[in-house]
């Protein structure tokens, strides 16, 4: 396997051992960072979620009609590790809701809602949303992490931003 280098002045080249190298340069990367908009009804926000956009982080806007909703993609061998990140940029309003495809469960653990802030709630369901009382700041990650239908994906990093964590949350 040949050595693979990166220079300002030469850009990629090869050359005799192994490794990488980079010379002059840096190797960097940013997360990618998607505002979604207000689809106006209940309906889809946008088109279901591609595994090429694992990693992104989703604005989430206030909405102004009806339940949206966005479709996760189907969970596969090649789908476990795709991970996507939801963040709320003002109070929704409405309800964001993201659907398992078909009977892919989502499993998921958040704020009960009604003030106990000791309490949790917990689900295998096929949707996770953001409550309409969802304020600015409210945050949760969804990974796939099976390709079992049954435990296919997996809530984390919870932010529950309303006070005593009473309800930016739901499942079904």
């Not at 939801?86 to 499993?107: E, R, W």
């Amino acid at each position: 396997m040949p050595k693979v280098n990166y220079s300002t002045t030469k850009g990629l080249y090869q050359e005799s051992g192994s490794n990488l190298a980079l010379t002059g340069g840096s190797l960097s990367s940013k997360r990618p960072v998607v505002a979604l908009s207000d689809a106006g009804a209940a309906t889809l926000n946008r088109g279901d979620l591609k595994v090429s956009e694992s990693g992104t982080l989703f604005t989430v806007p206030a909405l102004t009609s009806g339940t949206q909703t966005i479709g996760l993609p189907a969970v596969a061998a090649a789908t476990v590790g795709v991970t996507y990140s939801f963040v709320t940029v003002a109070t929704t309003g409405q309800i964001l809701s993201l659907l398992g495809n078909g009977s892919d469960k989502i499993i998921a653990a958040w704020p009960k809602g009604d003030g106990d802030n000791a309490a949790i709630s917990q689900a295998y369901a096929t949707s996770f949303s953001f409550a309409a009382a969802a304020v600015i700041g409210s945050h949760f990650s969804i990974t796939c992490i099976s390709s079992a239908a049954g435990t296919g994906w997996l809530v984390t990093e919870v932010v529950d931003g309303l006070a005593a964590n009473t309800g930016c949350f739901s499942a079904a």
